[in-house]
């Protein structure tokens, strides 16, 4: 029944990851492909950049709601036909089938964002706390630097830091730590590899900054 949990909250994670709201909110409101502008990255900043404010908010809220119903759904798979391995299993397992759908969607040729909305609904499913200190950071880099890909790397490289720390002084009922930080650093892997080419700008100082003129 392990195995069937697994597979189950893997793949409708995975097919609601695959629901990419930056795409589909181009396409149903603009009639146009988000992925043939700007960055071409089919996520909130980019929507943010090419079609304003309420299109990045209605995107940002699909993309955090995907990721928390995914792990929502792999919690209740594991509860009911698993529940000796544990619900946060199927948390995790859902949650990198949730970003995995989103980076490489089956709905639109394998072609979406970077992860981080989603990461960020799937945490939030996970454990709210860690967010929480997530976004501090988060907001504390972008008032700094006012670099969203930067901001996103060091939450993203922080992530298994905090998750050690959380379940190791914070939340001993689950009683791994190390469990939790090893799908921790997946995650936050996922989400760095997905910005590698941001990482070249960044070394270059050509990443793109909140209020510069477009060229």
């Known amino acids: 029944m392990t195995i069937l949990a697994a597979a189950l909250c893997a793949g409708c994670a995975y097919l609601l990851g695959s629901l990419n709201f930056a795409i589909i909110v181009s396409r149903l409101f603009f009639h146009k492909d988000i992925r043939q502008f700007g960055s071409g990255n089919a996520g909130m900043t980019n929507i943010l950049r090419t079609f304003g404010k309420p299109a990045a908010a209605a995107v940002l809220a699909g993309d955090v709601l995907k990721g928390t119903c995914s792990v929502l759904l792999g919690k209740l798979f594991f509860t009911l036909l698993a529940p000796q391995a544990g619900v946060l299993i199927g948390a995790y397992l859902a949650a990198m089938g949730a970003i995995l759908g989103h980076l490489f969607p089956v709905y639109f040729g394998f072609k979406g964002g970077k992860g981080v909305s989603v990461a960020t609904g799937a945490i939030l499913a ?3 706390a860690i967010v929480g ?7 504390v880099v972008i008032l700094c630097s006012r670099i969203v890909s930067l901001a996103s790397i060091t939450v993203a490289a922080l992530y298994p830091v905090f998750t050690f720390l959380y379940f190791t002084f914070f939340d001993r009922e689950y009683g791994h730590p190390w469990l939790n ?11 760095i590899y997905m910005h590698r ?18 060229n």
């Open 181 to 191: 930080t090893f799908f921790a650093a997946v995650l936050g892997g996922l989400v």
């Open 126 to 128: 996970i454990e709210p």
């Open 133 to 139: 200190a997530l976004l501090v950071v988060f907001l």
């Open 197 to 214: 080419a941001n990482i070249q700008r960044l070394r270059s100082g050509t990443e793109y900054k909140f209020g510069q003129k477009k």
